[in-house]
């Protein structure tokens, strides 16, 4: 079965950091850009920080900059978030999704979706 599985949602207190996995099954990490992306309830979907295949170039929304970085480790077929600092508007179900470019999937166009994992930031 070709999936993704994300990783690592927890309940953390505003401040604090929490670093999510974004799995591959199925399939090999290594040929697609990996985004991963929020939604929180009422709000539109939100693109947050993406990788291209090689780890070369990274893409991150302002909301997040200098706070999360993504990486990425193509032996394990997984792709992580390190989210630091994190505040209560970073509260959201955080998706990751796999597709041919960052550009493409920020569009809209991807070919993995993952289940997403749920992160509250609350005090």
């Known amino acids: 079965q070709l999936q993704l599985v994300e990783s690592g949602g927890d309940l953390v207190q505003p401040g604090g950091s929490l670093r999510l996995s974004c799995a591959a099954s199925?399939?090999?990490?290594?040929?697609?850009?990996i985004g991963w992306f929020r939604q929180a309830p009422g709000k539109e979907r939100e693109g947050v920080s993406c990788?291209?295949?090689?780890?070369?170039?990274?893409y991150y929304a302002d909301s997040v900059k200098g706070r999360f970085t993504i990486s990425r480790d193509n032996a394990k077929n997984t792709v992580y978030l390190q989210m630091n600092s994190l505040k209560p508007e970073d509260t959201a179900v955080y998706y990751c999704?796999?597709?041919?470019?960052?550009?493409?999937?920020?569009?809209?166009?991807?070919?993995?979706w993952g289940q997403g994992t749920q992160v509250t930031v609350s005090s």
């Open positions: 199925g399939f090999t990490l290594d040929y697609y850009a």
């Open positions: 999704a796999a597709g041919p470019t960052i550009a493409a999937m920020l569009s809209g166009d991807y070919d993995y």
């Open positions: 990788i291209d295949n090689n780890g070369g170039s990274t």
